[in-house]
């Protein structure tokens, strides 16, 4: 049971270039999240899913989109890359009764 | 609207005192709140969650939280701090099964520092 993995750990981008993160679960949770951690900020949520083929904006959206074709997997999108965007982002997911969230290990992202 | 306040960015203590670090929330239903730790380059862990019940709660390595609805915070204790406990600590707010969306939000973090 490898609980919420993401992928890639690290990436480099130039301004303008696109890429996308991929986030997966195996606990057949419902809900899945995208947050981005700045110093000082905590985290803050990008976008978020409360199931297959639904997708909703969360406090930061601008600039990301997200998919959620599988209920495993929830994409996280970067059209076209600024350096505002350089951040560490995290994946969450949730199921069951209460509000715990499980969260992936991080992907680095750096935007030159 | 949701809000989460960690009032201390950075905390040192030696190793062996106690700790306590505070949260204070904003939160117009009945909260579901967490504590989080993140060690360096890593993700994010519980602690220990409050729903409802009994106002302190435990939690893993030790630490307890308790919850005051008068004072509209829950700050996370430890009697005997650890060098391994020198982490970044996160409150965080949410609501219950179908309030709110079922977002979480996070207060800005509290890094520890221990001191032998």
């Known amino acids: 049971n490898a609980g919420v993995t993401q992928t890639p750990k690290f990436r480099v981008l130039k301004t303008g270039q696109s890429m996308t993160l991929l986030c997966a679960q195996d606990m057949n949770h419902e809900y899945m999240y995208w947050y981005r951690q700045d110093p000082g900020m905590g985290l803050r949520l990008i976008h978020y899913?409360?199931?297959?083929?639904?997708?909703a904006k969360g406090e930061v959206p601008d600039g990301y989109n997200v998919s959620r074709l599988k209920k495993q997997n929830f994409l996280l999108g970067l059209e076209s890359a600024a350096p505002s965007q350089t951040s560490v982002y995290f994946c969450?997911?949730?199921?069951?009764?209460?509000?715990?969230?499980?969260f992936g290990p991080g992907t680095r992202l750096t935007v030159l | 609207a949701q809000s989460v306040t960690q009032p201390d960015i950075h905390i040192t203590v030696s190793e062996g005192a106690s700790l306590e670090l505070r949260c204070n929330y904003s939160?117009?239903?009945?909260?579901?709140l967490f504590w989080y730790v993140q060690s360096p380059g890593q993700g994010l862990q519980l602690l220990l969650k409050y729903f409802s019940g009994d106002t302190l709660v435990q939690g893993i390595k030790g630490f307890e939280a308790e919850f005051k609805r008068s004072q509209s915070s829950f700050n996370l204790r430890k009697p005997s701090v650890h060098w391994s406990d020198a982490a970044e600590y996160f409150c965080a707010v949410g609501g219950a099964l179908m309030e709110y969306g079922n977002k979480l939000v996070f207060g800005a973090g509290t890094i520890l520092r221990v001191k032998s």
């Open positions: 939160y117009g239903a009945t909260p579901y």
């Open positions: 899913s409360v199931g297959e083929g639904t997708t």
């Open positions: 969450a997911s949730r199921g069951g009764r209460d509000n715990e969230q499980f």
